[in-house]
């Protein structure tokens, strides 16, 4: 299911989920920049990143 991970159970909470685990991998390094992913700058990563994380404490979704 598409939103299965904004749930509770998965995002986690105070980033200690998915979304916090992802952000730690964020760097000029990291293979999905490398690949492309957010233009390939890592800039445009955390601010996709904030925007997600701000949309969705707007939008929480219970498990």
């Given at each position: 299911?598409?939103?299965?991970?904004?749930?509770?159970?998965?995002?986690?909470?105070?980033?200690?989920?998915?979304?916090?685990?992802?952000?730690?991998?964020?760097?000029?390094?990291w293979?999905?920049?490398?690949?492309?992913?957010?233009?390939?700058?890592?800039?445009?990563?955390?601010?996709?990143?904030?925007?997600?994380?701000?949309w969705r404490?707007?939008?929480?979704?219970?498990?």
């Amino acid at each position: 299911m598409g939103g299965e991970f904004l749930l509770h159970s998965t995002w986690g909470w105070d980033d200690t989920g998915l979304a916090g685990s992802v952000a730690t991998e964020f760097s000029d390094t990291w293979p999905l920049l490398q690949a492309g992913a957010f233009g390939g700058t890592l800039e445009h990563a955390q601010r996709v990143h904030a925007a997600l994380v701000a949309w969705r404490n707007a939008n929480v979704r219970h498990p």
